[in-house]
Antibody
Framework: QVQLVHSGAEVKKPGASVKVSCKASGYTFTTYAMHWVRQAPGQRLEWMGWINTGTGDTKYSQKFQGRVTFTRDTSARTVYMELTSLTSEDTAVYYC????????????WGQGTLVTVSS | QSALTQPRSVSGSPGQSVTISCTGTSSDVGGYNYVSWYQQHPGKAPKLMIFGVTKRPSGVPDRFSGSRSGNTASLTISGLQTEDEADYYCCSYAGSYTFVFGGGTKLTVL
């Protein structure tokens, strides 16, 4: 079955960077793009962008452009999200989400990684 | 890119029907047949309930249905059950390979 397994929770200081991983299994990794969505405590879902797992091409939300980088390792079936210049407003659960291209929706979600930014 | 507009909360009694609206613009909700809805229980990852405005994935009860009129999409839940109590989010394709979520609606089953 499809599984997306995140790396563990992180605690970072303001100004630092964080890199979250998401390992996929149960399907052909390069067939589906992967999106990243975050959710601050008690807040709404926020779309961050996506990576074409086959080509490595990326698209970022304007809000995060210049501060976020998505990469993938096809041999490890893993995608990564790196966010720099962290502030307390980046405290959130970060989800990797598999994207079904044909009908344009997010069908499988990882369990999420909690990133806490605190001095 | 502004979030799609959803009511903060809705409520209903078991067996009743509720409708959650999701208002965007002609550049997102009204412009593409790519509106999806997600259910999220506390502490859990979201779950797909509706895609392509009106389509239901296998395994989702037919009590859940989607529709759209102009720039407003709607999720209707009929025959409310206690397990339907959750947060619901709409999401729309917004062009140029970007997406936008709604602000979320908390459904309370009284």
């Amino acid at each position: 079955q499809v599984q997306l397994v995140h790396s563990g929770a992180e605690v970072k200081k303001p100004g630092a960077s964080v890199k979250v991983s998401c390992k996929a299994s149960g399907y052909t990794f390069t067939t589906y793009a992967m999106h990243w969505v975050r959710q601050a405590p008690g807040q709404r879902l926020e779309w961050m962008g996506w990576i074409n797992t086959g080509t490595g091409d990326t698209k970022y939300s304007q809000k995060f452009q210049g501060r976020v980088t998505f990469t993938r390792d096809t041999s490890a079936r893993t995608v990564y999200m790196e966010l720099t210049s962290l502030t307390s407003e980046d405290t959130a659960v970060y989800y990797c989400v598999r994207y079904e291209t044909s009908d344009t929706y997010f069908d499988y979600w990882g369990q999420g990684t909690l990133v806490t930014v605190s001095s | 890119q502004s979030a799609l507009t959803q009511p903060r909360s809705v409520s209903g009694s078991p067996g009743q029907s509720v409708t959650i609206s999701c208002t965007g613009t002609s550049s997102d909700v009204g412009g593409y047949n790519y509106v999806s809805w997600y259910q999220q229980h506390p502490g859990k990852a979201p779950k797909l309930m509706i895609f392509g405005v009106t389509k239901r994935p296998s395994g989702v009860p037919d009590r859940f249905s989607g529709s759209r009129s102009g720039n407003t999409a709607s999720l209707t839940i009929s025959g409310l059950q206690t397990e339907d109590e959750a947060d619901y989010y709409c999401c729309s394709y917004a062009g140029s390979y970007t997406f936008v979520f709604g602000g979320g609606t908390k459904l309370t089953v009284l």
